[in-house]
């Protein structure tokens, strides 16, 4: 089983749409979860952080954590053509220090 | 406020060549983390450096080494470079060890022929 996995894609939402991406971990030590965005060629953006159960919102985007299903979400609201990109789920817990592990990412692409 | 910077941007090495890779940390920021990518991968922890030492280590052969200096940039080097090694460099700078948001600089494309 992979530390973390995200829902393999990729994922076509017309434009105005939402769009959704999840993943699930498997540490449940598992403390604080972040959502990075990344265009093609380009690095990974920090887009979410999230520490605790429930919903988190900063203007379209929402991340959404459940600690007992071991699973944390990002939905994209009014999806824009220029969120097509690939989205990465990293977790951090206390017992792997500072590290990030990252999923393989969701490519999305938003059609016009 | 100055973000994280790589260089080189680009860089192509043969096999069995050595590479050093160097990050300026984002400004106030005293911890740098190095992250491997490969195409269609989501990166991978090689190692992060806080006060000049090396915090924690991933699943990387001892020929990936590393450096902070005290005003908290680093490098990374690899020795006998293989194809493998092909891949997106990253380098992420956070505020402090127990700081967990970390913030990627543009990356190093490496390319072992």
């Known amino acids: 089983q992979k530390e973390v996995e995200q829902n393999s894609g990729p994922l076509s939402v017309p434009e105005g749409a939402i769009a959704s991406l999840n993943c699930t971990y498997s540490d449940r030590g598992s403390q604080s979860f972040f959502w990075y965005r990344q265009y093609s060629g380009k690095s990974p953006e920090l887009i979410m952080s999230i520490y605790s159960n429930g919903d988190k919102e900063d203007g379209r985007f929402t991340a959404q954590l459940n600690k007992a299903s071991q699973y944390v979400s990002l939905l994209i609201r009014d999806s824009q053509p220029s969120d097509s990109a690939t989205y990465l789920c990293?977790?951090?817990?206390?017992?792997?220090?500072?590290?990030?592990?990252f999923g393989e990412g969701t490519q999305l692409t938003v059609n016009p | 406020e100055t973000g994280v910077t790589q260089s080189p941007t680009h860089l192509i090495k043969t096999r069995g060549q050595q590479v050093t890779l160097r990050c300026s940390s984002q400004s106030g920021h005293n911890t740098v983390s190095w992250y491997q990518q490969a195409l269609g991968q989501g990166p991978q922890f090689i190692f992060q450096y806080y006060r000049e030492e090396e915090n924690g280590r991933g699943n990387f052969p001892p020929r990936f080494s590393g450096l902070q200096f005290p005003n908290y940039s680093s490098e990374l080097n690899v020795n006998a470079l293989e194809l493998d090694d092909s891949a997106l460099y990253l380098c992420?700078?956070?505020?402090?060890?127990?700081?967990?948001?970390?913030?990627f600089g543009p990356g190093t494309r490496l390319t072992v022929l």
């Open positions: 990293a977790v951090n817990s206390e017992t792997s220090g500072s590290r990030l592990t």
């Open positions: 992420a700078s956070s505020l402090a060890v127990n700081y967990n948001e970390q913030f």
